[in-house]
């Protein structure tokens, strides 16, 4: 048996002391953050985070190597509840956010990203649910830039309008919960919350309360980029592989329409029609729709041959 290390000694409690203020002093949420190069944003989210209706909480910061000005506008915020840590290594968003969770103390965690704004009662509203319901978690409404705003083909749109997506930039858990599922799996690198989500609900529902609102900004996307998300088909695969049919895959196609348009080329004139044109940057994007599908199928046919898995 190893030597301890340190011994407690008895010692008597003074009858005057407060315990109640010491409850006040440990947090019971703790909202946990994985930013980089958000330095567009990131005052306008902390002041949203700052402004709550509920106080008691902590904001624990992991900033996974940001190039820009993040670090210095969040350590301009002066609140003993901010814990800023900097990755002394690119990580990625899963290996960073399990850091963030080591450095929770709260009972809840609440999770949100460096370029959104949430609603002044964004944890009152999560902690509602939360305490009354029988639940392991909550997810929230993300508005895509407003709650009227139409989107048109270039915009990269993240939005959450009737739940069951759980999106990590708005959604809360019990820590007991997140620790019993292991965390977020670090082969992710993409889908990684819904991945969480499917296995917490092993231990209980997650409900959806359209009152827990955030809105995520306007993103356009560039060519290349617009090119570079087919690679995000490889973490379907994955998702496959652990849930089966509950990935939302029918028979085993993924994307059947993508498919088609791949073997005959024509019906890519279709998103002329499917999706709203309506500036420079949208028709911009038209030419590369042929290469965006060719690269996501190359994707997801090295992914299903390297994890083993049939999908066309």
């Not at 620790?179 to 991945?195: N, P």
């Not at 092993?202 to 306007?218: A, D, L, R, S």
């Amino acid at each position: 048996m190893k030597r301890a290390l340190f011994q407690i000694e008895e010692c008597a409690i003074p009858e005057e002391f407060d315990f109640e203020s010491l409850k006040e002093m440990v947090p019971s949420v703790s909202i946990v953050m994985t930013v980089r190069n958000v330095e567009k944003y990131i005052a306008d989210c902390m002041m949203s985070i700052l402004d709550q209706t509920f106080n008691n909480f902590e904001i624990v910061i992991i900033d996974d190597m940001s190039d820009d000005n993040t670090k210095n506008i969040i350590e301009k915020f002066d609140d003993k509840r901010i814990k800023y840590f900097k990755n002394i290594k690119w990580l990625g968003i899963p290996s960073s956010r399990n850091k963030g969770l080591n450095y929770a103390t709260g009972e809840y965690i609440f999770f949100t990203d460096g370029d959104c704004i949430v609603s002044k009662n964004w944890i009152e509203e999560g902690l509602k649910y939360l305490k009354d319901s029988n639940c392991v978690g909550v997810e929230g409404r993300i508005y895509y830039v407003s709650d009227d705003y139409e989107p048109s083909f270039s915009d990269h749109v993240t939005e959450n309008r009737y739940g069951g997506h759980f999106m990590t930039g708005n959604v809360a858990y019990k820590k007991s919960v997140i620790e019993c599922v292991g965390g977020f799996d670090e082969r992710y690198t993409y889908l990684e919350d819904r991945d969480l989500a499917l296995r917490a609900m092993k231990f209980g529902k997650i409900v959806f309360n359209p009152e827990m609102i955030v809105y995520h900004p306007k993103n356009t996307l560039k060519p290349r980029q617009f090119v570079q998300v087919g690679k995000r088909i490889r973490n379907w695969v994955l998702l496959y592989k652990k849930f089966g049919e509950k990935t939302s895959f029918l028979w085993r196609i993924v994307r059947p329409f993508n498919l088609m348009a791949i073997i005959f080329p024509p019906l890519i004139f279709v998103s002329l029609f499917r999706n709203r044109y309506k500036n420079k940057e949208d028709f911009v994007l038209f030419p590369f729709i042929y290469l965006k599908l060719i690269y996501e199928r190359l994707n997801l046919w090295d992914m299903c041959i390297k994890e083993r898995v049939f999908l066309i």
